[in-house]
């Protein structure tokens, strides 16, 4: 009796499942990373302390935490997003840049106007430059029926190299030696909103969006087409969806929340545009993506833990000397063992549908 | 002049090609099976790093090719442990293990620059023809000039374009791709043909990253293989699946590459961001021009397969 009700008790919140073996994915990374730092000769316990230290030992860390927490949510769903309408965009990393880009380019002409518009118009074009770059893939897919996966992963090389090209030329700061752009006017950052700490106003805006696009895609028809063709394009069509239009405005939409990390990541945190401006934000999202089984929970939870994974390293790498590629490390073997544990976690799933015993 | 630039630029095309040759031919094989490979950057550069330590650790060069191979075949045995036995995305998968081997790469070549054991290795795989054919105008370094590595990978295609479609095993290999059901009842192995297809694609694809640290630069430097894997991919969607067409491909990537390095040598005015483009701007244009639903796939290629189902 007992174990009926606890079998009721797990079905009705199987989230618990996910969860738990999240946790256990994450748990085993942990372990392995430790065994890593151990023998490199570092005591793993000392770097452990340091790396939690960076991320809630001080006002000003988790304000960095929740930084890099931003351009990663916007990152994931965007991955999140197309993938559960079939596009898989490999090429948010890309489209960052492109919204950073367009965003660096807008503000720079903005200085004279009041802070909420140039913020605004400078968003706003972040979010046209990522969408444009995925209409790119999402056009030659469609008319040419050209593989996305290879596509949006090219398009990421090349956007790299022409930010290189513009920020050692055409865009390069005249004052500075470094090849990097000049800094956005002081009217287009977004305002700082906790004090100690250099969080910026970007974390709402990505927040709200998270709700608005859980809201497209589940409480609205274009969401539901979207969907539908995601599972099915041909069933999608023989319902009567227009399938090729919902691929699109996915597609669009995709691209623009990637755009709007770039965005807000250049206008909040950095300023200023340079090589190396985005270092793996759009790789990352897919992780997310996938560790948050594409629900707006899970990818909330697991974008905080890739952006607290960001900033331990990056403190272990300060008071330990540990290299910083841990990160990389890390993320791999919490993507790999969470993708593993979805098998079992589908066994466990069936078996308490099934009344079979678990195993 | 003129015609040692063309001599040059054909000799580095096929030179450059060799990599490419290397992980295309892991993932052709791989796909082939159904299993999408997507892990082929990581593991190239994964090849690339353990190749390089071998040969520095032991002074061999050769130990050095057979620790790509081991790091190859570790690898590979992982993907399709996961891929196949779990059946799971192979994407997800493929991705999650690119970012394990950056990792593991960046890591261990960060311990080693700061403990400043990281060095040069002394020699580097020779070109093998014999000197007076080398000096064949166009020819001579296109066909005689090369490495050990790439006469092997030709081989290797060659081997591979007769075994899939004159063996009896090339044709069990065909059938597990395209309906893994209908060959395990007609008695055919799946899991161990995928099994197989998998490790040898890592193999390869190992292979072609220790290429570039054995044969052309004599260091590792973090994240080199820098989209070859992905280029490797494109060059068989190019192929359309076969081996010549794939092969042909690749050349047409390395061809790429020679061009854009040569851009920068030899100083035309054009930046260089521009030139290190053009492989990629190349292969976008590439996959345009395969048209048609399969394009040469397997059926069930990327669908896992699960015995109980």
Same mark, same amino acid.
């Given at each position: 009796?007992?174990?009926?009700?606890?079998?009721?008790?797990?079905?009705?919140?199987?989230?618990?499942?996910?969860?738990?073996?999240?946790?256990?994915?994450?748990?085993?990374?942990?372990?392995?990373?430790?065994?890593?730092?151990?023998?490199?000769?570092?005591?793993?316990?000392?770097?452990?302390?340091?790396?939690?230290?960076?991320?809630?030992?001080?006002?000003?860390?988790?304000?960095?935490?929740?930084?890099?927490?931003?351009?990663?949510? !916007? !990152?994931?769903?965007?991955?999140?997003?197309?993938?559960?309408?079939?596009?898989?965009?490999? $090429?948010?990393?890309?489209?960052?840049?492109?919204?950073?880009? !367009?965003?660096?380019?807008?503000?720079?002409? @903005?200085?004279?106007?009041?802070?909420?518009?140039?913020?605004?118009?400078?968003?706003?074009?972040?979010?046209?430059?990522?969408?444009?770059?995925?209409?790119?893939?999402?056009?030659?897919?469609?008319?040419?029926?050209?593989?996305?996966?290879?596509?949006?992963?090219?398009?990421?090389?090349?956007?790299?190299?022409?930010?290189?090209?513009?920020?050692?030329?055409? *865009?390069?700061?005249?004052?500075?030696?470094?090849?990097?752009?000049?800094?956005?006017?002081?009217?287009?950052?977004?305002?700082?909103?906790?004090?100690?700490?250099?969080?910026?106003?970007?974390?709402?805006?990505?927040?709200?969006?998270?709700?608005?696009?859980?809201?497209?895609?589940?409480?609205?028809?274009?969401?539901?087409?979207?969907?539908?063709?995601?599972?099915?394009?041909?069933?999608?069509?023989?319902?009567?969806? &227009?399938?090729?239009?919902?691929?699109? +405005?996915?597609?669009?939409?995709?691209?623009?929340?990637?755009?709007?990390?770039?965005? @807000?990541?250049?206008?909040? &945190?950095?300023?200023?545009? *340079?090589?190396?401006?985005?270092? &793996?934000?759009?790789?990352?999202?897919?992780?997310?993506?996938?560790?948050?089984?594409? &629900?707006?929970?899970?990818?909330?939870?697991?974008?905080?833990?890739?952006?607290?994974?960001?900033?331990?390293?990056?403190?272990?790498?300060?008071?330990?000397?540990?290299?910083?590629?841990?990160?990389?490390?890390?993320?791999?073997?919490?993507?790999?063992?969470?993708?593993?544990?979805?098998?079992?976690? /589908?066994?466990?799933?069936?078996?308490?549908?099934?009344? /079979?015993?678990?195993? | 002049?003129?015609?040692?630039?063309?001599?040059?630029?054909?000799?580095?095309?096929?030179?450059?090609?060799?990599?490419?040759?290397?992980?295309?031919?892991?993932?052709? +094989?791989?796909?082939?099976?159904?299993?999408?490979?997507?892990?082929?950057?990581?593991?190239?550069?994964?090849?690339?790093?353990?190749?390089?330590?071998?040969?520095?650790?032991?002074?061999?060069?050769?130990?050095?090719?057979?620790?790509?191979?081991?790091?190859?075949?570790?690898?590979?045995?992982?993907?399709?442990?996961?891929?196949?036995?779990?059946?799971?995305?192979?994407?997800?998968?493929?991705?999650? *293990?690119?970012?394990?081997?950056?990792?593991?790469?960046?890591?261990?070549? /960060?311990?080693?620059?700061?403990?400043?054991?990281?060095?040069?290795?002394?020699?580097?795989?020779?070109?093998?023809?014999?000197?007076?054919?080398?000096?064949?105008?166009?020819?001579?370094?296109?066909?005689?000039?090369?490495?050990?590595?790439?006469?092997?990978?030709?081989?290797?295609?060659?081997?591979?374009?007769?075994?899939?479609?004159?063996?009896?095993?090339?044709?069990?290999?065909?059938?597990?791709?395209?309906?893994?059901?209908?060959?395990?009842?007609?008695?055919?192995?799946?899991?161990?043909?995928?099994?197989?297809?998998?490790?040898?694609?890592?193999? @390869?694809?190992?292979?072609?990253?220790?290429?570039?640290?054995?044969?052309?630069?004599?260091?590792?430097?973090?994240?080199?293989?820098?989209?070859? $894997?992905?280029?490797?991919?494109?060059?068989?969607?190019?192929?359309?699946?076969?081996?010549?067409?794939? !092969?042909?491909?690749?050349?047409?990537?390395?061809?790429?590459?020679?061009?854009?390095?040569?851009?920068?040598?030899?100083? *035309?005015?054009?930046?260089?961001?521009?030139?290190?483009?053009?492989?990629?701007?190349?292969?976008?244009?590439?996959?345009?021009?395969? /048209?048609?639903?399969?394009?040469?796939?397997?059926?069930?290629?990327?669908?896992?397969?699960?015995?109980?189902?």
């Amino acid at each position: 009796m007992h174990r009926e009700k606890f079998k009721s008790f797990l079905q009705k919140r199987s989230f618990l499942i996910t969860g738990g073996m999240a946790i256990l994915a994450i748990f085993i990374a942990m372990v392995v990373g430790g065994i890593l730092i151990f023998m490199i000769g570092i005591n793993p316990f000392a770097a452990y302390q340091s790396f939690f230290r960076g991320i809630f030992g001080s006002v000003y860390g988790f304000g960095e935490t929740m930084n890099k927490f931003t351009p990663l949510l !916007c !990152c994931a769903l965007s991955f999140s997003l197309a993938q559960k309408s079939g596009f898989f965009n490999l $090429g948010s990393e890309g489209q960052l840049y492109m919204g950073a880009l !367009c965003s660096v380019l807008m503000a720079s002409h @903005l200085s004279d106007m009041p802070a909420v518009p140039a913020i605004f118009f400078s968003v706003l074009a972040g979010i046209f430059g990522g969408a444009a770059l995925s209409l790119v893939a999402g056009i030659l897919k469609i008319l040419f029926d050209a593989n996305e996966l290879l596509t949006t992963m090219m398009l990421n090389y090349i956007m790299t190299y022409i930010i290189a090209l513009l920020v050692s030329g055409a *865009m390069k700061d005249p004052q500075s030696a470094m090849e990097q752009t000049a800094s956005v006017p002081a009217n287009t950052r977004l305002p700082s909103v906790l004090t100690d700490s250099r969080l910026h106003a970007g974390l709402f805006i990505a927040l709200a969006v998270l709700i608005l696009v859980w809201f497209l895609h589940q409480r609205t028809v274009r969401g539901f087409e979207m969907r539908l063709s995601g599972i099915n394009p041909k069933s999608a069509h023989y319902a009567g969806v &227009n399938e090729k239009r919902a691929l699109i +405005i996915a597609i669009i939409v995709s691209g623009a929340l990637s755009g709007l990390g770039g965005s @807000l990541e250049l206008l909040g &945190n950095q300023y200023k545009l *340079m090589d190396g401006f985005s270092n &793996n934000f759009g790789f990352d999202g897919i992780g997310i993506a996938v560790m948050g089984q594409y &629900n707006p929970i899970g990818i909330l939870l697991s974008a905080f833990l890739f952006a607290a994974l960001r900033i331990g390293t990056s403190s272990m790498q300060r008071s330990m000397k540990v290299p910083t590629p841990l990160l990389y490390i890390l993320q791999g073997i919490i993507i790999i063992a969470v993708i593993v544990s979805n098998y079992y976690v /589908r066994r466990i799933k069936d078996s308490l549908v099934e009344g /079979r015993p678990v195993g | 002049m003129k015609t040692s630039l063309i001599d040059t630029v054909l000799g580095m095309a096929v030179r450059m090609s060799t990599p490419y040759l290397y992980a295309a031919l892991g993932g052709l +094989i791989s796909q082939r099976c159904g299993v999408y490979n997507f892990a082929l950057e990581g593991m190239m550069l994964g090849g690339a790093y353990f190749g390089y330590l071998f040969a520095l650790l032991s002074g061999n060069l050769f130990v050095g090719i057979l620790g790509a191979i081991l790091f190859g075949m570790l690898s590979g045995w992982l993907l399709a442990f996961i891929a196949i036995r779990f059946g799971v995305s192979q994407m997800v998968v493929g991705l999650g *293990m690119n970012t394990l081997y950056l990792g593991i790469t960046s890591f261990c070549s /960060r311990l080693m620059s700061t403990s400043k054991t990281d060095s040069a290795l002394p020699v580097l795989l020779k070109n093998v023809g014999p000197e007076t054919l080398q000096k064949i105008p166009v020819l001579g370094s296109l066909i005689f000039g090369q490495n050990s590595m790439t006469y092997l990978i030709i081989i290797l295609f060659i081997v591979y374009g007769w075994f899939i479609r004159k063996t009896e095993k090339g044709l069990s290999l065909r059938a597990v791709g395209e309906n893994p059901a209908a060959a395990e009842t007609a008695g055919i192995n799946v899991f161990r043909y995928r099994y197989a297809a998998v490790i040898l694609s890592a193999v @390869l694809a190992s292979m072609g990253g220790a290429f570039l640290t054995l044969t052309q630069v004599n260091r590792f430097s973090e994240n080199m293989s820098n989209g070859r $894997g992905w280029i490797a991919i494109a060059a068989i969607c190019l192929g359309r699946m076969s081996a010549l067409g794939t !092969c042909l491909s690749c050349f047409l990537f390395g061809f790429a590459s020679a061009i854009s390095n040569q851009i920068q040598v030899l100083n *035309m005015g054009i930046p260089y961001q521009f030139a290190l483009m053009v492989p990629y701007i190349l292969s976008i244009i590439a996959l345009l021009s395969v /048209r048609g639903k399969s394009a040469g796939r397997p059926a069930a290629l990327g669908k896992p397969y699960l015995k109980n189902r």
